[in-house]
């Protein structure tokens, strides 16, 4: 069965850097779209970033230009570097996976399967 579990969150100041990772096992990695979804308290989820197996991206226009998402098959990991950290970005961080394609940031929660989560706190 999917399993994905994520890694890297923590404290941070505002302006630094954090990079996640989410490890996938028990399906065919390269051939999943992937994503990372944040919720905050009080806070409706949101869609952050999507990769597809072809390698494509999209990201939510709160993060674009300061996050990116990265994937590497061989290793069944899937990355997501944070830089230029605001107070704003501070949430639970989801890694997800879905077989299917052309996933766009917003559409990431609509994906199948999730991780546990990874706490990201920027104060």
């Known amino acids: 069965h999917v399993q994905l579990v994520e890694s890297g969150g923590g404290s941070v100041q505002p302006g630094g850097s954090l990079t996640l990772s989410c490890v996938g096992s028990?399906?065919?990695?390269?051939?999943?779209?992937m994503g990372w979804v944040r919720q905050a308290p009080g806070k409706e989820r949101e869609g952050v970033a999507s990769?597809?197996?072809?390698?494509?991206?999209s990201y939510a226009d709160s993060v674009k230009g300061r996050f990116t998402i990265s994937r590497d098959n061989a290793g069944k990991t899937l990355f997501l570097q944070m830089n230029g950290l605001k107070s704003e970005d501070t949430a639970m961080y989801y890694c997800?996976?879905?077989?299917?394609?052309?996933?766009?940031?917003?559409?990431?929660?609509?994906?199948?399967?999730w991780g546990p989560g990874t706490q990201v706190t920027v104060s």
């Open positions: 028990g399906y065919t990695f390269s051939t999943y779209s």
């Open positions: 990769i597809d197996s072809d390698g494509g991206t």
């Open positions: 997800t996976a879905d077989a299917g394609k052309y996933y766009t940031a917003a559409r990431v929660p609509d994906m199948d399967y």
